[in-house]
């Protein structure tokens, strides 16, 4: 190869590395892609607490709690917000003219109004909780859920919530986050058994549209966006350049055996952004406790919702699993 082939070459891979890291850029930036309204827990008339829980020195959580009527301590659901989201975002999209949906939509309201306490928080990087760092697609985010459980447990009584019967549901990455963090309670809470300390519980968790693997989804992400696919090896590299952290460690699929709690998850076929073929490969693992799966068509990426037993069949499963009769030790048994 003479000097002008090589100078195109280096040229062109140049222009490949450079393509790929204003794409991962695009796509990290907290705020790229989020809708700019908003609907809040008051907006619909219910009476909201808002408050700070501490993750780490570089880190707090933004986070709100409605309760239903009566007298507590309440069973407590965490809700965990999606990629480019926050807890207050009242989502539309340009495939559905005239839809629009929010955290109230996704559960919040039809979960208090069965019983339950029901707290929102902003992610790292998301929303009005603390900047530093990148968005990692759950690793790191999962210390955040962590910590506000953790939170939750040690406030319980001031928030009026039972610290026993606390329970989980994600959506998109929000899902994945809450499934590492599941993952990383069970050899937190072994460790903490051994020095005679307080185990940080989650009793259940429903997964909302998650990916199964973090490599993969990166071009599905590229797809949608309609960027070529075959950019995906340089987006890969630079995700893991930009966040210090192998993404593949991201993916659900490397951490079902870890997971000692219920699981319920739910995702469409219809899915144009995260595709059904995420959920037949979560369905198909060798789980620690085998999780229940509900197929839907329909419907696009974050809009189950909409689906009429949706809102029954998720206030039945957090019912079932956080009844003061059913076990309350599920993270850490065997």
Request: hydrophobic letters at 40%; charged letters at 25%.
């Amino acid at each position: 190869m003479g000097i002008a082939g090589g100078l195109s070459v280096a040229l062109g891979v140049s222009a490949w590395l450079l393509l790929g890291r204003l794409i991962v850029s695009k796509m990290l930036d907290p705020r790229g892609h989020v809708s700019p309204d908003v609907e809040r827990p008051e907006d619909r008339g219910y009476a909201t607490e808002r408050f700070w829980i501490p993750v780490d020195a570089e880190h707090r959580l933004h986070a709100w709690i409605i309760r239903p009527a009566g007298g507590g301590p309440f069973p407590c659901i965490m809700m965990v917000h999606g990629f480019h989201s926050h807890k207050d975002c009242l989502w539309s999209f340009p495939d559905e003219p005239g839809y629009q949906g929010s955290m109230m939509d996704q559960g919040a309201q039809s979960l208090c109004d069965a019983g339950f306490a029901v707290v929102a928080i902003d992610l790292r990087n998301h929303g009005q909780s603390d900047r530093h760092g990148q968005i990692t697609l759950g690793q790191d985010e999962a210390d955040d859920v962590i910590a506000a459980i953790r939170f939750l447990q040690n406030e319980a009584d001031r928030l009026c919530i039972d610290s026993t019967r606390i329970g989980l549901r994600g959506e998109s990455m929000g899902a994945v986050t809450c499934l590492i963090a599941a993952a990383k309670l069970g050899d937190l809470n072994q460790e903490a058994l051994s020095r005679s300390m307080n185990v940080i519980n989650v009793r259940a968790l429903w997964c909302d549209s998650p990916f199964a693997d973090a490599h993969r989804v990166v071009g599905d992400f590229l797809a949608h966006a309609g960027i070529s696919v075959h950019l995906a090896p340089v987006v890969r590299f630079w995700l893991n350049r930009v966040t210090g952290r192998d993404i593949r460690l991201s993916s659900p699929i490397r951490h079902a055996r870890q997971i000692r709690c219920p699981v319920f998850i739910v995702h469409s076929a219809d899915d144009r952004l995260i595709g059904i073929d995420h959920f037949d490969e979560l369905s198909s693992l060798d789980w620690k406790v085998q999780p229940e799966r509900w197929r839907l068509a329909g419907h696009g990426h974050n809009r189950l919702w909409k689906e009429p037993d949706y809102h029954q069949r998720q206030i039945d499963f957090f019912k079932r699993h956080l009844d003061d009769s059913s076990r309350s030790d599920a993270v850490i048994s065997r």
